[in-house]
């Protein structure tokens, strides 16, 4: 059982930046994927990004360009780094790994809150 702890998060104005960031209890090395979703109040859950074992990278049309995704594997982490935030990016964060098998892990859930 892979144990998933995310930090980070907060509170920052419109145009800030922020970043969450995921820990596994074991090595992520050989997990395919490493992402992160999002849920706002009385919303569904929806994507925001994937990191891929093969290095390659994916963005939510709604964050492209805003949103970097980054995979420590020496620190069996993965971070979101976010820029020029928006009110609309107010949510849960949650953090995801996937491992070869397809079996997947979440993290618990980090709050993000972009207001003035």
């Known amino acids: 059982q892979v144990q998933v702890v995310e930090s980070g998060g907060g509170l920052v104005q419109p145009g800030g930046s922020l970043s969450v960031s995921c820990a596994a209890s074991?090595?992520?090395?050989?997990?395919?994927?490493m992402g992160w979703y999002r849920q706002a109040p009385g919303k569904v859950r929806e994507w925001v990004a994937s990191?891929?074992?093969?290095?390659?990278?994916q963005y939510a049309d709604s964050v492209k360009g805003r949103f970097a995704i980054s995979r420590d594997i020496a620190k069996n982490t993965v971070t979101l780094q976010m820029t020029n935030l928006k009110p609309e990016d107010t949510a849960v964060y949650f953090c995801?790994?996937?491992?070869?098998?397809?079996?997947?892990?979440w993290g618990q859930g980090t709050q993000v809150t972009v207001s003035s």
């Open positions: 995801q790994f996937v491992q070869a098998s397809g079996r997947d892990y």
């Open positions: 074991e090595s992520i090395f050989s997990f395919n994927t």
């Open positions: 990191a891929f074992r093969t290095g390659s990278s």
